[in-house]
């Protein structure tokens, strides 16, 4: 492929990082330039910190270049502190202001939204646990608070006993319905849980003590999920609510080798055939039920994956052969599918390849593809696919991408050869925020920010389509607007549960003498979709998402009824490609049901199906997310527009992905993607497999790649096996800014004052006596997973790892403390291998750890930890005595320091490490100095502290 990446554009062109004398970071300094020929641009974000050093204010170079002529300019956003350094009010100009107030103990109480709404949260007794009971939510016009969230706890009893429910929340009520957890593992994974909706679609509104009261709210239909799990706590069977069974395999890596279903009444099928897998753990082949193999092929050096082919085995056909080109910090600049023909229409060449380029700061500014000739202006409907797959005309287009100094996306430029295939797409940006609207909304910057409300929502989706938001900043309903004060009128609601994931969907459209009503279900792995005109059901439809189904999103259409044009227990694997995006969908034959192609920041550029009815059964689209009636594609906390390359509400999660929180993937949709509508990752580098989510009962927030803390098994091996990536296994490690091979760049020193001077990362080749330091720190403190072997080294597959370098004595259940102990004694001067220890001492024995010497005079000794933050929804957890099964850093809740030689001051127990480390808020940590190693004389030999140690090649 002819690669279009040209080096002259990002020449001359660093990061840089200007920090004050406290080491904190002030300025962040990037060179913007979009062509090779063009000017650049020196764009500045500005930081500045309290007395503390906190940060207090971040603001970016378009609203700062604009406060210099208009005084009433806000920065993006201004953080208040209290006197304990937890935060306190945080003023965005995308998301408004929001106040919160955290108890005695340092957990949540009291916030105050940007919208006006006052939530509270109601704790046990100071004499209990101090377990969450309620929460309560009051909008400004009312009088009284209601409550949205009642949780009631185990009592202990012999019944709940026996199902491990002792100390657990078995009846959580949220703003959906009711949770009923059922019964969970010894090793605390949710074996049965049962979900209720709320009767007549009403909107939740508990009563405490009352549970009566509270029982006839519910419908009576109730959802129960079943599961089974091995001894290292990994999935081997799931029973949704309609008797539907999955069933997984894995091999001895502890990685999904196969999968099958069987729907209720019928016989089992294959899904997964067979996987393979590199030693680096990257997919190498699957095959799928359908009878087709997909290959998998990376570049050796970069691990890049540079080609995907898929072939049907009953006639060999290739289906599928994705090349992708890479520029050289990895963003894609070429894909390319020969399977496809060139095709030619009114003498132009049209060849089944995109191209990509960029500018200094990896912003999409080009992109070229092809498309279908009868696709108009791209808005919020769907074009209609063509028929049949294999006799379409296509021609090419050129989208440019044109960005202001914020990143905001403000005009798409499209050119294309069809008749009327030209048009410029116009985004109007407001003059002191990052809200942003189509210009048919109003061209005037000064009118944008009246076009949503006070929290940063969207309030109109296109002319004519009203937005309505619930008190949790969620999309609760999309209206017609000129039918709005009608009583019957055209809309689509939404419900949520308590960890923000959408339950039920509910469509409603005016009909000449009727109204049809299309209803969604969410469940786990299954969606229940009934259409009805008034009472009268006209369809009932079970759609099974297959958890575990390598690359395809494999879905089962299954009618109680079976419909008389189409194919009942139908099964469609769809097939994405580099982004998620779902591009070609196959039946159980391997035949090729539908073909469609997508433009860089969402909607379709080809669609073409065999039959309209099978059309009108494809949910997952861009991304592999589904999309709205609407328009909108639903990512779990957001909603995406894709014909304007926006979010449409601020990021619940603040400033993880920058100051910016309507941008999309940092306006690279290519190279990057976002799981959930938070933060964005590569997509390429994600891991292949994520298991089945079926999370205990959650108190705020969701991540179904968060570690699962539980039993003798290593945090590591918990992580993998959940498919959760080294960096979120070892938790704080990845916190601080590290390198290869043992500096700290100066472009990842944080804005919490860590420097090259406060950090250093030794080589794996240790001294003899740290050795004998670490095993006898280890011996000392009972062994709290202490050892964790990284999955890719030179001994191959983890599990072969083990059974070469575990004692026999360890393996018999001796478990990771016997294992590490035996490991060091065996290895003492010798090369630990990638290992990460964890120790619980006192700060006696961290300062002699601390003053431990390599072998090289010029080499530092590793770090030891002083303190680090923590969101208070993690500390509020563990005070209720919770199982975080959750991701609380990705949670917009205050950050709590920790100060780890102070560690039972706060009342966490050494127990509480492992559910703290996963939490860690990003950049948070701080160490002991030179010049600061001398305060762990004065810290009381009897107080619990933490010492943490990372190796690193």
């Given at each position: 492929?002819?690669?279009?990446?040209?080096?002259?554009?990002?020449?001359?062109?660093?990061?840089?990082?200007?920090?004050?004398?406290?080491?904190?970071?002030?300025?962040?300094?990037?060179?913007h330039?979009?062509?090779?020929?063009?000017?650049?641009?020196?764009?500045?974000?500005?930081?500045?910190?309290?007395?503390?050093?906190?940060?207090?204010?971040?603001?970016?170079?378009?609203?700062?270049?604009?406060?210099?002529?208009?005084?009433?300019?806000?920065?993006?956003?201004?953080?208040?502190?209290?006197?304990?350094?937890?935060?306190?009010?945080?003023?965005?100009?995308?998301?408004?202001?929001?106040?919160?107030?955290?108890?005695?103990?340092?957990?949540?109480?009291?916030?105050?939204?940007?919208?006006?709404?006052?939530?509270?949260?109601?704790?046990?007794?100071?004499?209990?646990?101090?377990?969450?009971?309620?929460?309560?939510?009051?909008?400004?016009?009312?009088?009284?608070?209601?409550?949205?969230?009642?949780?009631?706890?185990?009592?202990?009893?012999p019944?709940?006993?026996?199902?491990?429910?002792?100390?657990?929340?078995?009846?959580?009520?949220?703003?959906?319905?009711?949770?009923?957890?059922?019964?969970?593992?010894?090793?605390?994974?949710?074996?049965?849980?049962?979900?209720?909706?709320?009767?007549?679609?009403?909107e939740?509104n508990?009563?405490?003590?009352?549970?009566?009261?509270?029982?006839?709210?519910?419908?009576?239909?109730?959802?129960?999920?079943?599961?089974?799990?091995?001894?290292?706590?990994?999935?081997?069977?799931?029973?949704?609510?309609?008797?539907?069974?999955?069933?997984?395999?894995?091999?001895?890596?502890?990685q999904?080798?196969?999968?099958?279903l069987?729907?209720?009444?019928?016989?089992?099928?294959?899904?997964?055939?067979?996987?393979?897998?590199?030693?680096?753990?990257?997919?190498?082949?699957?095959?799928?039920?359908?009878?087709?193999?997909?290959?998998?092929?990376?570049?050796?050096?970069?691990?890049?994956?540079?080609?995907?082919?898929?072939?049907?085995?009953?006639?060999?056909?290739?289906?599928?052969?994705?090349r992708?080109?890479?520029?050289?910090?990895?963003?894609?600049?070429?894909?390319?599918?020969?399977?496809?023909?060139?095709?030619?229409?009114?003498?132009?060449?049209?060849?089944?390849?995109?191209?990509?380029?960029?500018?200094?700061?990896?912003?999409?500014?080009?992109?070229?593809?092809?498309?279908?000739?009868?696709?108009?202006?791209?808005?919020?409907?769907?074009?209609?696919?063509?028929?049949?797959?294999?006799?379409?005309?296509?021609?090419?287009?050129i989208r440019?991408?044109?960005?202001?100094?914020?990143?905001?996306l403000?005009?798409?430029?499209?050119?294309?050869?069809?008749?009327?295939?030209?048009?410029?797409?116009?985004?109007?940006?407001?003059?002191?925020?990052?809200?942003?609207?189509?210009?048919?909304?109003?061209?005037?910057?000064?009118?944008?920010?009246?076009?949503?409300?006070?929290?940063?929502?969207?309030?109109?989706?296109?002319?004519?389509?009203?937005?309505?938001?619930?008190?949790?900043?969620?999309?609760?309903?999309?209206?017609?607007?000129?039918?709005?004060?009608?009583?019957?009128?055209?809309?689509?609601?939404?419900?949520?549960?308590?960890?923000?994931?959408r339950?039920?969907?509910?469509?409603?459209?005016?009909?000449?003498?009727?109204?049809?009503?299309?209803?969604?279900?969410?469940?786990?792995?299954?969606?229940?979709?009934?259409?009805?005109?008034?009472?009268?059901?006209?369809?009932?439809?079970?759609?099974?998402?297959?958890?575990?189904?390598?690359?395809a999103?494999?879905?089962?259409?299954?009618?109680?009824?079976?419909p008389?044009?189409?194919?009942?227990?139908?099964?469609?694997?769809?097939?994405d490609?580099?982004?998620?995006?779902?591009?070609?969908?196959?039946?159980?034959?391997?035949?090729?049901?539908?073909?469609?192609?997508?433009?860089?920041?969402?909607?379709?550029?080809l669609?073409?199906?065999?039959?309209?009815?099978?059309?009108?059964?494809?949910?997952?689209?861009?991304?592999?997310?589904?999309?709205?009636?609407?328009?909108?594609?639903?990512?779990?906390?957001?909603?995406?527009?894709?014909?304007?390359?926006?979010?449409?509400?601020?990021?619940?999660?603040?400033?993880?992905?920058?100051?910016?929180?309507?941008?999309?993937?940092?306006?690279?949709?290519?190279?990057?993607?976002?799981?959930?509508?938070?933060?964005?990752?590569?997509?390429?580098?994600?891991?292949?497999?994520?298991?089945?989510?079926?999370?205990?009962?959650?108190?705020?927030?969701?991540d179904?790649?968060?570690?699962?803390?539980?039993?003798?098994?290593?945090?590591?091996?918990e992580?993998?096996?959940?498919?959760?990536?080294?960096?979120?296994?070892?938790?704080?490690?990845?916190?601080?800014?590290?390198?290869?091979?043992?500096?700290?760049?100066a472009?990842?020193?944080?804005?919490?004052?860590?420097?090259?001077?406060?950090?250093?990362?030794?080589?794996?080749?240790?001294?003899?006596?740290?050795?004998k330091?670490?095993?006898?720190?280890?011996?000392?403190?009972?062994?709290?997973?202490?050892?964790?072997?990284?999955?890719?080294?030179?001994?191959?597959?983890?599990?072969?790892?083990?059974?070469?370098?575990?004692?026999?004595?360890?393996?018999?259940?001796?478990?990771?403390?016997?294992?590490?102990?035996?490991?060091?004694?065996?290895?003492?001067?010798?090369?630990?291998?990638?290992?990460?220890?964890?120790?619980?001492?006192?700060?006696?024995?961290?300062?002699?750890?601390?003053?431990?010497?390599?072998?090289?005079?010029?080499?530092?000794?590793?770090?030891?930890?002083?303190?680090?933050?923590?969101p208070?929804?993690?500390?509020?957890?563990?005070?209720?005595?919770?199982?975080?099964?959750?991701?609380?850093?990705?949670?917009?809740?205050?950050?709590m320091?920790?100060?780890?030689?102070?560690?039972?001051?706060?009342g966490?127990?050494?127990?509480?490490?492992?559910?703290?480390?996963?939490?860690?808020?990003?950049?948070?940590?701080?160490?002991?100095?030179?010049?600061?190693?001398?305060?762990?004389?004065?810290?009381?030999?009897?107080?619990?502290?933490?010492?943490?140690?990372?190796?690193?090649?």
């Amino acid at each position: 492929m002819t690669s279009f990446f040209d080096p002259a554009i990002f020449a001359n062109t660093p990061t840089i990082n200007v920090q004050d004398n406290r080491g904190l970071t002030i300025r962040e300094i990037n060179v913007h330039r979009a062509s090779a020929s063009g000017d650049t641009d020196i764009r500045i974000t500005r930081h500045q910190y309290d007395t503390h050093g906190h940060l207090s204010q971040s603001i970016d170079p378009r609203l700062y270049a604009a406060m210099q002529t208009d005084s009433s300019v806000k920065p993006n956003f201004t953080w208040h502190y209290d006197l304990t350094g937890n935060l306190l009010r945080t003023e965005s100009v995308d998301a408004g202001q929001t106040v919160r107030l955290n108890d005695i103990e340092g957990r949540p109480i009291l916030t105050k939204t940007a919208t006006g709404i006052i939530q509270t949260r109601q704790y046990e007794a100071s004499s209990l646990p101090g377990r969450l009971l309620s929460i309560s939510e009051q909008e400004a016009w009312e009088t009284t608070p209601h409550v949205t969230e009642l949780l009631i706890w185990a009592r202990n009893t012999p019944e709940e006993k026996n199902r491990n429910l002792a100390g657990q929340c078995v009846n959580h009520y949220d703003s959906a319905g009711l949770i009923r957890l059922e019964s969970r593992s010894l090793t605390g994974t949710v074996l049965s849980q049962t979900r209720q909706l709320l009767a007549d679609d009403q909107e939740a509104n508990w009563i405490n003590d009352n549970e009566a009261a509270n029982q006839s709210r519910l419908d009576k239909q109730t959802y129960t999920t079943q599961s089974t799990f091995d001894t290292t706590g990994a999935l081997l069977t799931q029973t949704d609510a309609k008797g539907n069974i999955q069933r997984l395999a894995y091999n001895v890596a502890g990685q999904l080798k196969g999968s099958k279903l069987t729907v209720q009444g019928q016989s089992e099928q294959i899904i997964v055939k067979s996987l393979t897998y590199s030693a680096a753990g990257q997919k190498l082949q699957e095959e799928h039920g359908n009878g087709v193999i997909t290959e998998y092929t990376y570049e050796p050096e970069t691990q890049h994956l540079i080609s995907i082919t898929m072939r049907r085995t009953s006639d060999t056909r290739l289906l599928q052969d994705l090349r992708y080109e890479y520029d050289p910090v990895g963003n894609v600049i070429n894909t390319r599918n020969s399977t496809e023909a060139t095709r030619f229409w009114r003498n132009q060449k049209v060849v089944p390849k995109n191209t990509y380029t960029y500018d200094s700061l990896y912003q999409l500014t080009e992109a070229t593809g092809r498309e279908m000739t009868n696709i108009v202006r791209q808005n919020h409907q769907l074009p209609s696919p063509v028929l049949p797959t294999d006799n379409n005309t296509y021609t090419k287009y050129i989208r440019t991408y044109t960005y202001d100094r914020g990143g905001n996306l403000t005009q798409i430029q499209h050119n294309s050869s069809a008749i009327k295939g030209s048009y410029t797409k116009r985004i109007t940006v407001s003059n002191r925020s990052n809200r942003a609207v189509p210009s048919e909304l109003t061209d005037n910057p000064m009118q944008v920010d009246t076009l949503f409300d006070a929290g940063g929502n969207q309030n109109t989706l296109t002319p004519g389509y009203h937005l309505d938001w619930n008190t949790r900043g969620q999309l609760q309903q999309v209206t017609l607007a000129a039918q709005r004060n009608s009583i019957n009128h055209n809309k689509e609601w939404y419900h949520y549960g308590s960890d923000g994931t959408r339950l039920l969907k509910v469509n409603e459209q005016l009909t000449q003498y009727s109204i049809q009503q299309q209803r969604v279900i969410y469940l786990p792995q299954l969606e229940l979709r009934t259409t009805q005109n008034d009472q009268n059901i006209t369809e009932n439809l079970q759609v099974i998402t297959i958890g575990e189904a390598g690359r395809a999103q494999v879905r089962v259409l299954h009618w109680e009824k079976p419909p008389t044009d189409i194919k009942n227990n139908q099964v469609r694997y769809s097939y994405d490609n580099f982004t998620g995006s779902s591009q070609l969908e196959l039946d159980d034959k391997g035949r090729i049901t539908s073909q469609e192609e997508y433009y860089p920041f969402g909607g379709t550029s080809l669609w073409a199906t065999k039959d309209q009815i099978e059309a009108n059964y494809k949910f997952i689209r861009y991304s592999g997310k589904e999309r709205d009636a609407t328009g909108l594609y639903y990512y779990g906390y957001r909603y995406y527009q894709p014909w304007v390359g926006r979010w449409l509400s601020a990021d619940p999660a603040g400033t993880t992905d920058g100051v910016n929180l309507y941008r999309m993937v940092r306006n690279n949709p290519v190279t990057l993607h976002d799981p959930d509508g938070l933060t964005p990752e590569q997509w390429h580098t994600r891991e292949a497999f994520k298991q089945l989510p079926f999370s205990e009962h959650s108190l705020g927030t969701r991540d179904e790649l968060a570690p699962k803390i539980s039993g003798t098994n290593s945090l590591w091996y918990e992580a993998y096996h959940g498919q959760t990536k080294e960096r979120e296994a070892l938790g704080l490690f990845n916190e601080l800014p590290f390198t290869e091979p043992k500096v700290a760049a100066a472009e990842e020193i944080n804005l919490h004052g860590i420097t090259t001077e406060n950090v250093t990362v030794y080589r794996v080749e240790v001294a003899q006596q740290s050795e004998k330091f670490l095993y006898t720190a280890i011996t000392d403190t009972g062994g709290v997973k202490i050892a964790v072997p990284n999955r890719s080294n030179e001994h191959g597959d983890r599990e072969d790892y083990l059974s070469k370098t575990m004692p026999a004595e360890a393996r018999k259940g001796g478990g990771w403390y016997q294992f590490a102990k035996n490991y060091i004694a065996a290895n003492k001067g010798k090369s630990s291998g990638n290992l990460a220890f964890y120790n619980f001492g006192n700060p006696r024995r961290a300062l002699q750890f601390y003053e431990q010497k390599t072998e090289n005079p010029k080499e530092k000794f590793p770090f030891v930890i002083k303190s680090f933050d923590i969101p208070s929804a993690v500390f509020k957890a563990i005070a209720e005595d919770a199982t975080l099964e959750k991701d609380y850093k990705k949670f917009p809740t205050a950050p709590m320091n920790v100060d780890v030689a102070a560690f039972n001051q706060l009342g966490l127990q050494p127990h509480h490490v492992d559910l703290l480390v996963g939490s860690i808020v990003p950049k948070s940590g701080r160490v002991y100095s030179e010049n600061e190693h001398w305060q762990l004389m004065d810290k009381s030999s009897q107080v619990t502290s933490r010492s943490l140690i990372r190796r690193r090649q």
